[in-house]
């Protein structure tokens, strides 16, 4: 398979920008997935040791990707403890 590849790269060199764009792609989007599933908290891989995560983030924790005009480390506590 990869014998085939690189053939077909000799024989058409203007393959080479698009085989790069799409592996890099496809790693962002796998580095993106494995971020979603190891960091954010709506996630629970362990039940019986942290049932519910979410209770043990701070005022000032930030847990989104992107905020625009948001301070975390501003912020106060407005929520009950469980």
Known sequence: MLAVVRKQL???PALIPL???IGGG????????ARLGLRN????WD?????EPWNKLGPTDQYKFFSVNM????LKKDRPDF
């Open 19 to 21: 085989f790069i764009f």
């Open 41 to 44: 908290p709506d996630v629970c």
């Open 71 to 74: 301070d975390y480390s501003k």
């Open 26 to 33: 496809a790693t962002m989007s796998m580095m993106y997935l």
């Open 47 to 51: 039940r019986k040791n942290n049932p």
């Open 10 to 12: 000799r024989n058409h």
